[in-house]
């Protein structure tokens, strides 16, 4: 980096009032270029990013419905309403459920396959597609083919269970076990994904750490682990974690096609609400300030997770 | 300048109109579930044009169902971009006349001379009336009926008359259950939409879901309970499987239930799967009071245009499409019937003769009762309390108190209903 920074002295050399006055223009107009190169994008930006936000925020103070020629403001009556909806409640419960235990599934899973298949001498490639599969296919595609699978009656999974003596039910028609049933899905699908990603960490850790640490004495895979690729992953995990949680509070498409938030809102997601009712009811100003609650959820979220994990994490 | 436009785009009408010989309106039409209706209006558009030289029909891609149909004329309506004719849920006409999209019939209707003797009646109109006026015209209609599968009835010894109560249903149920079979009792469609079966429950006993003017729950009575309580025990009594309804439809499809108590609009896809398999019987729904009745299912025509011209191109089309030979090809193409009385009873006499399960639906349509459609913001919101109300008796978490069930729905569905008279 050093040789090609000016020392301050010969900078200051070189600037006569002249230059200087011919300097600011030309940072002047450098910046007036680079704002002329991100117009376009920023422009993007207000009409596809921020103008609708603010559409969404405003809706969500009217009794807007869709088709309708006028709106009224309504103040904060559709959060009142809010308050008094138990399905609201639900579906945030089973939201934050559903992060719950897809973020560290997927994150364990991911990993240990990861780990699993990095200490294979043959046959990587085969076991990394195999697990890379699920991600490549389409999730409605999959969802559909789950529903087959759940099937009482003709689905491989009841069918087999039969077979060993339970009762052949479709797990995704009963109250208590459809959430778990979707997390499962939910697992299934970005396992792969976390996968690729911790291989890629793991393949960036030098060897020579490995090497320093049995010079050390430590030589049992659990320290090796908990010294070394534990910490070394930290960048990854990290960025796991964010992806995971932002895509599993996004959860829609296994929710739509399998249960589309029954039975008795069992599988009610916040997305989902937001759809049916914005969608199905034609409630748009209540969908509206579904949508803001979301919004705001997924913002403190982002922010306890820059503050808090990225302190901790070592960027190597 | 714009004058001189103006008249060279006359001159040019003009001498395009005398070369053409007569002035060509296109109207555009939209309809839902292209996998039921497809070959039903190729064939009525051909008719159509072939009667009509002077009016081209440009169809649009289809809806994907009622929902979807809904939703695109609410989208349609704000960016000016609305089919002619749109052919819409039944119970979804009403937030398109609330939201003042539908344009109403009666100009056209006061001109046409032979309206009754075309086949059109009160109670077909009476599905599209809103406010005392008619907005559009009945296409495809379908009604609650029984499907039986006549080879596990036999097998379970059944072979009296078919129920024509809940209670001989429920009999039914148990003779399948002790003849050992593998299969499920009966499925009784309480999640088509979520409130139909609702619906025909209470107009078996001609109770309305609201008092006239549509500002009080009224299910909460006598007749409400009954409903509730049928329904409870039809589940228990019976082993009802808690089913979503394609799962429960394909395996009646594939013989593995008994009784099937669901719309006339599956017997088409019924009928293909069963040939074969099993012998497949329709029969009348169980258990209509005196002076009671069945809602009506399907969908209609709306005219949407407001240009004169085009709006009268338009009318000529939902005229011709749901009365003659347009109204027939409903019945010959779907499972469906058309509500037309001229078409029923004459042009496709022949057909119900050679179809008796497709005549069961007929033999019903006296009892034909609108589906309702709750009022306001909130009707379709209504909808689903409904539907959460009847599954949680479906997935027995609730099935041993239908009364409380009841309460609970109605006090819900009135916190959602207008608190004044539209």
Known sequence: MADITLSPDRLQRTQTPATRRRASLRNFKAQGLAWMLALPALFLMAMLLLGPLLAVVVLSFTDYSLGNASLDWRGLDNYQAMLGDDIFYKSISNTLVYVGIVVPGSLLLGLGAALLIESLTRGKAFWRAVYFLPVMATLIAMAIVWEFMMSARFGIIPQTLALLGFPAKNWLQETATALPVLCIIGIWQSLGFNMVLFMAGLSGIPRTLYEALELDGGSSAWTRFWTITWPMLAPVTMFVVIITAIRSFQVFDTVHVLTKGGPNNATMVLIYQIYQEGFDFFRSSYAAALTVVFLVFIFILTVIKARTIENKVHYS | ???????????????????????????????????????????????????????????????????????????????????????????????????????????????????????????????????????????????????????????????????????????VC?????????????????????????????????????SADETQVNFNNEHGKWAMKTFAKLVKACDMPNNEWKEAMANFSAGKVGMFFWSTSALQKITNDSKGTYELKTDLYPEIADGGGLPAGGNAGLVLATDPVQADAAWKFLKFATSGQGAAQVALTTGYMPPNKAANEIILKNFYDKNPNNFTAVKQLPL???????????????????????????????????????????????????????
């Open chain 2, 174 to 210: 148990k003779a399948i259950k002790t003849s050992g079979q593998n299969v499920d009792t009966m499925f009784w469609g309480w999640n088509v939409t979520g409130n139909w079966f609702w619906q025909a429950l209470n107009w078996s006993r001609n109770n309305p879901m609201t």
């Open chain 2, 1 to 171: 300048m714009r004058r001189m436009l103006k008249m060279t785009v006359a001159t040019v009408a003009l001498l395009a109109g005398s070369a053409a010989a007569f002035a060509e309106t296109t109207i555009e039409v939209q309809y839902p579930y292209a996998h039921l209706f497809t070959k039903t209006y190729e064939n009525i558009v051909g008719d159509f044009e072939k009667a009509n030289p002077d009016i081209k029909v440009k169809m649009r891609a289809a809806y994907e169902s009622y929902e979807d149909a809904s939703q695109s004329v609410l989208k349609e309506s704000i960016t000016k971009k609305l089919p002619d004719v749109t052919f819409q849920g039944l119970n979804r006409q009403r937030i398109l006349v609330e939201k003042g999209i539908a344009q109403p019939l009666e100009p056209f209707i006061s001109k046409e001379a032979d309206f009754e003797k075309d086949g059109y009646h009160k109670a077909m109109l009476d599905l599209s009336t809103f406010d005392n006026k008619v907005y559009g015209l009945p296409f495809s209609i379908s009604l609650p009926v029984a499907y039986y599968n006549m080879d596990v009835l036999k097998k379970a010894g059944y072979t009296g008359e078919l129920p024509r109560t809940w209670d001989q249903v429920i009999e």
């Open chain 2, 368 to 422: 034909l009762r609108d589906w309702y459609a709750f009022p306001g913001e909130n009707g379709l919101k209504i909808t689903k309390v409904i539907e959460d109300a009847m599954q949680s008796i479906a997935s027995r978490e609730r099935i041993d108190e239908p009364e409380k069930v009841l309460q609970e729905m109605s006090e819900k569905v009135q916190a959602l209903l207008p608190k004044n008279p539209s």
